[in-house]
């Protein structure tokens, strides 16, 4: 079945960078754009960027704009997530999730299903 | 940025009950609304897409309705694993999700 698997958990201080793995299994991997969502603790959920595998084309939230960037290793069907500049406000977890695909179609903008959620803690 | 607001915030229910969650969108966003379900320490879970397809494998107690910056998740027998707190979603101008809509045992 399709299955999303992050990389552990990352202790990071104020102003360093850090970098999320998503390997996906089941499908053929460049076929679907894989998004990035976190959540603060307690809180709800932000978007934060997408990426097609196959072109490499990327599109982030205007918030994050130039602080993240997502990259492919097409070789090992993972998607990168990178996040610079962290400040605490950055502590949070954060998901990779595929489109959704149903047997008749895929939805870009839709989800499911999601990595397990990588703890990304900022402290000094 | 299209503001989705949630209501309520926290909905007491017990089980057998039907329950029935609000989303309104700040401005009119078609029918390009979802809704995810997240458990506890879990990621979330699509139910709902495009206001009102179930996704695959989703229980016929969840239904979807609305259109244009009003929409309905209904639940319509809440069973025990279905207390959870529950987000929608769109995608008419870049993405952005509701703050949620947490359904307790009451």
């Known amino acids: 079945q399709v299955q999303l698997v992050q990389s552990g958990a990352e202790v990071k201080k104020p102003g360093a960078s850090v970098r999320v793995s998503c390997k996906a299994s089941?499908?053929?991997?460049?076929?679907?754009?894989i998004n990035w969502v976190r959540q603060a603790p307690g809180q709800g959920l932000e978007w934060m960027g997408w990426?097609?595998?196959?072109?490499?084309?990327?599109g982030y939230a205007r918030k994050f704009q130039g602080r993240v960037s997502l990259t492919t290793n097409a070789s090992i069907s993972t998607v990168f997530m990178e996040l610079r500049s962290l400040t605490s406000e950055d502590t949070a977890i954060y998901f990779c999730?595929?489109?959704?695909?149903?047997?008749?179609?895929?939805?870009?903008?839709?989800?499911?299903?999601w990595g397990q959620g990588t703890l990304v803690t900022v402290s000094s | 940025e299209i503001v989705l607001t949630q209501s309520p915030a926290t909905l007491s229910v017990s089980p057998g009950e039907r329950a029935t969650l609000s989303c309104r969108a700040s401005?009119?966003?078609?029918?390009?609304l979802a809704w995810y379900q997240q458990k506890p320490g879990r990621a979330p879970r699509l139910l709902i897409y495009?206001?009102?397809n179930r996704a695959t494998g989703v229980p016929a107690r969840f239904s979807g309705s609305g259109s244009g910056t009003d929409f309905t998740l209904s639940i319509s027998s809440l069973e025990p694993e279905d207390f959870a707190v529950y987000y929608c979603?769109?995608?008419?101008?870049?993405?952005?999700f509701g703050g949620g809509t947490k359904v307790e045992i009451k």
């Open positions: 999730a595929r489109s959704y695909c149903n047997p008749d179609s895929c939805y870009t903008d839709w989800f499911d299903p």
């Open positions: 089941g499908y053929t991997f460049p076929s679907r754009d």
């Open positions: 990426i097609n595998p196959q072109s490499g084309n990327t």
């Open positions: 401005q009119s966003i078609s029918i390009y």
């Open positions: 495009d206001a009102s």
């Open positions: 979603q769109q995608r008419t101008t870049w993405l952005t």
